[in-house]
């Protein structure tokens, strides 16, 4: 990386790392939304902009990452900081089935999306039915539980949770970048580029496949166990909802596909511009539900539209940190 | 002479029609063998079965000495086939380096060798002063020597040419005619498929005719390019 | 079979027919041009809304809005393909995709907004009347949308197979190169088969929202459904559509029967992941 690009990067890190100190409770809360959409968008843009396949349910590993995690606590008083580890494979396995499932039978493209769509709707609805888990009426941590503000517990302020989610921000990208210049990224590329062609030059392109979705799917599931605990309630309606597995595409594909900066430049633009929609919206008291949403989708087909390789390539080439490989 | 290759009593159906029938063949290790005919022969379909992108509904493949009929196309390569595609296939986003890179990949996994493999096959292709050009930005002669190189790259001890001379003028023919020269001479057996005839006539030492699936005839090119059938069917008169 | 199950079966196919009506739209747009409309689910949720307007304002049953409905959305899908969709059709699968995605989240969100989330259902005068034929109760207003999609599935079939435009698109669908080749105005053909597609939506939901009650939440439920009926039926086969969406609203019938009322999409998710598996071109369509 160029050293205006290393420049820039350490300034940003030494900004985020000290805005608590300046910063007020609202923008400390759109802050972690923007580090835990990056991290989200860093995990999904592994599967499809480097692997190439594209996956419109991932709100699947959110959601069972959560549901894990949080139910070990509310039953077990299993803390996340435990949890996770078990979530973690939890949300893999599922990951794989899935991918087994259309990998193994050649399934493509759209099949493929609309395969990962089925399996969060279908996860969705039998959640819907999981009495040992409060079903539709949904999951709740209560603060009152002993010990549920203790910082193993992730209980407390939303100080802890803007470091933790800054730290998964930064860590994914790191990961992203380290895989990406490995032998394993390079394969990825390959299978992403033209399957058939990898496999002549003797990659095993399901293989490749299946670690890269249990990378972003274990990935989706830490960020569910944040999402869980953040928000102390669970529903199967949400969580598992379509609108969360289109939540976590739109910053990597605004940002830019397969780079590695890509997911973070979207979250940076689309987080605090959806949540100033929002409190502009509430200013004048009007009730507007779904006016974000509404936003989100039209980004989405303007950026689809007109720049489709994202906003980060354009912004690398603008500022002269472009090099051959994004 | 060891049999690298051996091809024996292979057939492909593909609903009906008979796309390769009973073909059987050796190649030996370092030799280079050239697969003629006209179009629809079966020609493509056998290189595939060979390298693994279909499975043959009779017959056995052996490469040195292992049976590797119905194989998936990446366990065909790791046991030391390369291939190139007809019509060529590189990684359209990717530099011409990291496309030889990830052929090398399959040598080994440390990146550092993989790049040093890399850019000795690229001067050996004469690639080396493109190395950081996009691979959908190429020249179509400078594109098929991007697929040889990636193929090369994997270190094979067999390279399937598919027709690798398609498109190219006698100048770039002849230069490619002698890369493949010199890597036959450092041990690389070539199998290629053809219709270039002087680039047969300048690299092949033992050729197979195919038409309509099956094997009209075999042997060195004198033979074969007399042969009565053989002229009748696809060359023509003017055979040479 | 029990007199409880037959009626279920019965309603089942009646809604079916509806369903079919809907995943029709869906299937010619992608069997000719081989767009995936995520937002099918969405504008048929807009025509359901459309239907609950003018019967609300002007009191007009929704059989009688039912032509004008089509008519307009017709319109709107010709004009919607040629200013947005027509540049994605060369461009990567994915970029369409995404670009529709986009467009269903606006949409549904869209009507979030303007009608909020509660269920506009329509009261006929004769909502709760059936017919009887022996053991046998069925709903008038089940039967009249299943005829009605009956009907228009019938006049969409004859114009493809009897008409110069129809056959033209068939062209299209079968043989691209072909039909430009043979001079053809795909340009045109490809609008015109987008406007059939939507007219198909815009009909489903007229009828559908005789015996469905229009929310924003049923609009990504459509889309998903008219994708399990396709897929079971066959892209690009207009049968499968139909059979597909018959066999689809029987087995939800019976699943939210004899299962869960709100188990039964789980069943059709199932179905969706069980075709894809093991026969993804479904029962009619073509080999992809």
């Known amino acids: ?326 | 002479m060891t049999e690298l290759l051996s091809v024996s009593g292979i057939s492909k159906r593909f609903r009906g029609l008979t796309a390769v029938s009973n073909v059987s063949f050796n190649v030996h290790a370092g030799e280079i063998f050239a697969v003629i005919g006209p179009n629809g022969a079966g020609k493509t379909t056998l290189f595939s079965m060979i390298a693994g992108a279909l499975a043959p509904d009779e017959g056995r493949i052996t490469f040195a000495g292992e049976r590797i009929e119905g194989l998936r196309p990446d366990q065909i390569a790791r046991r030391g086939i390369g291939r190139t595609f007809q019509i060529v296939r590189p990684f359209p986003a990717l530099s011409v380096e990291d496309n030889v890179v990830i052929g090398a990949l399959l040598q080994t996994d440390a990146l550092d060798r993989a790049h040093q493999i890399a850019e000795q096959t690229m001067v050996q292709l004469d690639l080396i002063g493109k190395r950081d050009q996009i691979a959908s930005s190429l020249t179509l002669p400078d594109r098929k020597r991007l697929e040889v190189a990636r193929a090369l790259a994997t270190g094979p001890k067999l390279l399937l040419l598919d027709e690798v001379m398609a498109g190219l003028r006698p100048t770039e023919t002849d230069r490619i005619v002698a890369t493949l020269r010199e890597l036959n001479a450092g041990g690389v057996t070539i199998l290629l498929i053809e219709h270039v005839m002087r680039a047969v006539t300048a690299l092949a030492s033992r050729i197979l005719v195919l038409h309509h699936g099956a094997a009209i005839a075999e042997g060195s090119p004198e033979q074969v390019l007399r042969d009565p059938a053989v002229i009748e069917s696809y060359l023509g008169a003017e055979s040479l | 079979m029990t007199a409880i199950t037959l009626n279920i079966v019965v309603q089942g196919l009646l809604t079916g027919l509806v369903y079919g009506l809907m995943a029709l739209g869906l299937s010619v747009i992608f069997g000719v041009m081989r767009v995936v409309n995520f937002a099918h689910g969405e504008f048929t949720v807009v025509a359901m809304y459309a239907a609950f307007l003018l019967f609300d304002a002007f009191n007009l049953s929704p059989l009688l809005t039912l032509l004008p409905i089509a008519a307009a959305f017709f319109v709107l899908g010709y004009v919607l393909q040629r200013s947005l969709i027509a540049p994605f059709i060369s461009r990567a699968e994915h970029e369409q995709f995404i670009l529709l995605v986009g467009l269903a989240t606006v949409v549904v969100n869209g009507l979030l907004l303007i009608f909020g989330p509660d269920a506009r259902p329509i009261n006929l005068p004769y909502s709760f009347d059936s017919y009887e034929f022996g053991p046998l109760f069925l709903d008038k207003v089940r039967v009249f949308a299943a005829l009605g999609a009956f009907a228009i599935c019938l006049v969409l079939f004859l114009f493809f197979r009897y008409t110069r435009t129809g056959t033209a698109i068939r062209a299209c669908a079968d043989n691209l190169t072909g039909a430009g080749v043979v001079g053809l105005n795909v340009k045109q053909l490809y609008a015109v088969t987008f406007g059939i597609g939507f007219a198909c939506v815009g009909a489903a939901g007229t009828l559908m929202a005789t015996i469905a009650d229009a929310s924003p939440g049923l609009a990504q439920a459509y889309t998903l459904l008219g994708f399990v009926i396709v897929i079971i039926g066959g892209l690009g086969s207009m049968a499968g559509a139909l059979i597909g969406g018959i066999l689809i609203g029987i087995s939800e019938a019976l699943a939210g029967f004899y299962i869960q009322p709100s188990m039964k999409s789980m069943f059709s998710f199932a179905l969706l992941i069980l075709v894809l598996v093991l026969r993804p071109q479904g029962l009619m369509g073509r080999r992809l």
């Open chain 1, 1 to 326: 990386m160029p050293p205006l690009g290393r420049a820039l990067c350490a300034l940003l890190l030494l900004a985020c790392l000290a805005a608590p100190l300046v910063a007020d409770r609202y923008l400390l809360s759109v802050l972690i939304l923007v580090f835990y959409f990056a991290y989200l968008g860093q995990a999904w843009n592994l599967l499809m902009g480097f692997a190439g396949q594209l996956s419109l349910g991932h709100a699947l590993y959110l959601g069972l990452g959560a549901y894990t995690a949080t139910a070990l606590w509310t039953l077990f008083g299993i803390g996340p900081w435990i949890g996770v580890f078990i979530a973690i494979p939890v949300a893999t396995a599922a990951g794989l089935a899935v991918g087994w499932l259309g990998w193994r039978f050649a399934i493509q493209g759209v099949y493929f999306a609309l395969l990962t769509i089925a399996f969060a709707e279908f996860t969705r609805i039998g959640f819907d039915h999981l009495t040992i888990t409060g079903a539709s009426a949904g999951l709740f941590l209560s603060v009152s539980t002993p010990g549920a503000d203790k910082w193993w517990n992730l209980g407390g302020g939303p100080l802890l949770y803007y470091y933790i989610a800054l730290a998964l921000a930064v860590g994914a990208t790191l990961l992203v970048a380290r895989l990406r210049r490995s032998p394993l990224g390079y394969r990825w590329l390959a299978v992403r580029e033209d399957p058939e062609a990898a496999q002549a030059a003797g990659i095993n392109i399901i293989r490749a496949r299946m670690i890269a979705m249990a990378i972003s799917a274990g990935m989706t599931a830490i960020g569910g166990v944040f999402y869980g605990f953040y928000y102390r309630n669970l529903f199967p309606s949400q969580v598992f909802d379509i609108s969360r597995s289109i939540e976590i595409i739109i910053a990597p594909i605004i940002g830019g596909l397969g780079t590695i900066f890509g997911p973070i430049v979207g979250a940076i633009i689309l987080t605090p511009l959806g949540e100033s929609l929002t409190a502009l919206i509430q200013h004048f008291g009007v009730n507007t539900p779904g006016a974000k949403s509404i936003f989100y989708g039209l980004v989405l087909m303007v950026i689809i539209s007109l720049q489709p390789s994202g906003v980060w390539p354009w912004l690398a080439r603008r500022l002269g940190l472009n090099r051959s490989r994004p």
